[in-house]
């Protein structure tokens, strides 16, 4: 298994693309910490993955708290440390307005609270992942194309990857890799939902977006040591909608 004994965080645990994320890293072997605000669909995961046959545990704390997600990452630290963080929170944004027509606050909403929980959260776990000279921090980046009435989405998903950037700068000559998964909107449950266009027409060029599997199972590979070297790095999950 990819990652047996390793220990991972993942935040946004309850929703599509975190739950899919945590029990991916449990199949593989990791003892699974899920975090989010809502107790009852956490205890949905975790007893998804104990049916599996998985390790997990259960935390319901709001994550733009930085002392909650300090105390909490101290918690998981102190029984064996961190490996891997992955962080699949959401932004709360506002779409389908012109910029030119938005509220500010509601431009502003998405961009401050991305930068906000990343770095509360990356602060929070690379403190104890520097002292092992090692670990992983993985984000859900969102699209990076530049679509018409998107709000303050764009620009926070611009301000996350210079964040990731920076951070992996700093950190990666103490041990500490840091990526980010760029999907095209939101990963859908299945590939038959999502072969709908044809290359050249706007579409993906694979003709299809990444399912929840196809976004867990690019986490599990960028965790484990078979990604040692990959640091600073954007993991294009776009089918080909994006190009590099």
């Known amino acids: 298994m990819l990652l047996d004994k390793k220990t991972a965080i993942v935040y946004g645990a309850a929703g599509a693309i975190g739950s899919a994320v945590a029990r991916a890293y449990a199949r593989e072997g990791a003892a699974v910490h899920l975090v989010g605000r809502t107790h009852r669909t956490l205890d949905q995961v975790a007893s998804l993955i104990h049916g599996d046959g998985g390790t997990a545990q259960v935390a319901q704390l709001d994550a733009l708290d930085p002392a909650a997600v300090e105390q909490h990452a101290n918690a998981v630290a102190a029984n064996g440390g961190i490996d891997i963080c992955f962080n699949a929170t959401s932004n709360d944004d506002v779409q389908g307005t012109p910029l030119n027509e938005i509220g500010f606050d509601d431009f502003m909403r998405p961009v401050i609270k991305a930068v ?128 590099d």
């Not at 959260?121 to 679509?147: D, N, S, T």
């Not at 909107?185 to 299809?208: A, F, H, I, Q």
């Open 116 to 243: 906000s929980v990343h770095l509360i959260i990356a602060r929070a776990v690379a403190r104890h992942m520097v002292l092992r000279g090692e670990g992983v921090i993985l984000v859900m980046a969102g699209g990076r194309e530049a679509i018409a009435d998107l709000g303050g989405s764009h620009v926070a998903w611009s301000a996350l990857s210079g964040l990731c950037r920076q951070l992996a700068s700093e950190l990666g000559p103490r041990g500490v890799r840091v990526a980010w998964l760029l999907s095209p909107g939101s990963p859908g449950p299945n590939e038959s939902d999502l072969v709908e266009t044809k290359s050249g027409n706007g579409g993906p060029l694979l003709r299809r977006r990444p399912t929840y599997d196809d976004v867990a199972n690019a986490a599990v590979f960028a965790s484990s040591d078979w990604a040692r070297t990959m640091t600073a790095t954007e993991i294009n999950l776009t089918g080909g909608l994006v190009l």
